[in-house]
């Protein structure tokens, strides 16, 4: 598994993937977030495969945000998601962040699961969050400034270019 930068040539995988993973999806979001915040667009590939995608962005000096993760359907399971969590939030170290929020649906427990796993403490309710009316619960993670326990997050995975 090797984890990359988003290049415009990866538009219509992300874009499956997402689309198989969200209800409420927008494709000109995903141009749009690569236009403002290329570094923080990233992907994972299997072989010549897209087989996942985490969008962060810093939102405040201190505050990284995780805008969206997704893993295709039949390369869940294998800690792609894990993976991809472990090499954002190294970027947001890498900058200094000092915690990392993200806002999932209530009713999507594997995701919440995950991050819980993860490290990641609900915070808050937020009624009528989505569009359809579901409710979001906002997550958020303290990381250790860079350099410390680094080991909790790189396990094998290659750097980011």
């Not at 390369?75 to 970027?91: D, E, N, P, S």
Request: hydrophobic share 35%.
């Amino acid at each position: 598994m090797q984890f990359r930068r988003f290049e415009g040539r990866d538009f219509a995988e992300v874009l499956q993937i997402e689309m198989e993973a969200f209800e409420d999806h927008d494709p000109y979001t995903y141009m749009n977030f690569y236009e403002m915040n290329p570094e923080g667009f990233l992907v994972a590939e299997s072989g010549k495969t897209i087989t996942g995608f985490v969008m962060g962005y810093r939102s405040s000096e201190q505050e990284g945000r995780i805008f969206s993760l997704a893993v295709k359907r039949e390369f869940q399971k294998r800690g792609i998601g894990q993976a991809l969590l472990q090499v954002i939030q190294r970027h947001f170290r890498n900058r200094n962040v000092k915690y990392v929020r993200l806002e999932v649906r209530a009713s999507n427990k594997k995701a919440r699961s995950l991050y819980s796993r993860m490290g990641f403490v609900d915070c808050w309710y937020e009624p009528g969050y989505y569009i359809d009316g579901e409710c979001g619960i906002i997550m958020k993670k303290y990381l250790y400034p860079a350099g410390l326990h680094d080991d909790l997050l790189t396990g094998n995975w290659p750097a980011i270019p």
